[in-house]
């Protein structure tokens, strides 16, 4: 698989965890939506594909922004949205304080932001 299919794959998986987050936000799902946001963000592998042919697989989300700071402009512009969705994680997904309508709200917006991103880069 040529890098720019891996990224087209990736920019997929991101497409379907935002639509879950447009309906988990919509059923007022905020943990699951914000949980899902960050999801369809941490696929920035399809940015880093599409712009540099590679992408590290790690857990640690903090490379992650890095790694997608170092794949140009696109990857610069979008690194501050992933550490921004990136601060959601935790709350959304091990904390016992809810993520909030207005928390939620965002995640969406930056999701879209990140996919956005990543198919202007990896067009279908």
């Known amino acids: ?13 991101a497409r379907e965890f935002l639509e879950a987050v447009e309906l988990t936000n919509d059923l007022q ?34 490379e992650a922004v890095s790694e997608l700071k170092g794949a140009g402009p696109v990857g610069r512009e979008s690194s501050t949205t992933l550490s921004r969705l990136l601060k959601l994680k935790s ?12 928390d939620s709200a965002k995640s969406v917006d930056w999701a879209g ?11 279908d």
């Open 91 to 102: 709350k959304a997904q091990y904390q016992a304080a809810a993520v909030s309508a207005a």
């Open 29 to 62: 799902l905020f943990n699951a939506a914000a949980s899902n946001a960050v999801t369809s963000g941490i696929n920035k592998d399809a940015i880093c594909l599409a712009l540099t042919g590679r992408t590290k697989k790690s857990d640690n989300h903090a």
């Open 113 to 123: 932001r990140l996919l956005a991103a990543a198919q202007s880069v990896a067009p």
């Open 1 to 13: 698989m040529s890098a720019l299919d891996e990224a087209r794959a990736h920019l997929a998986k």
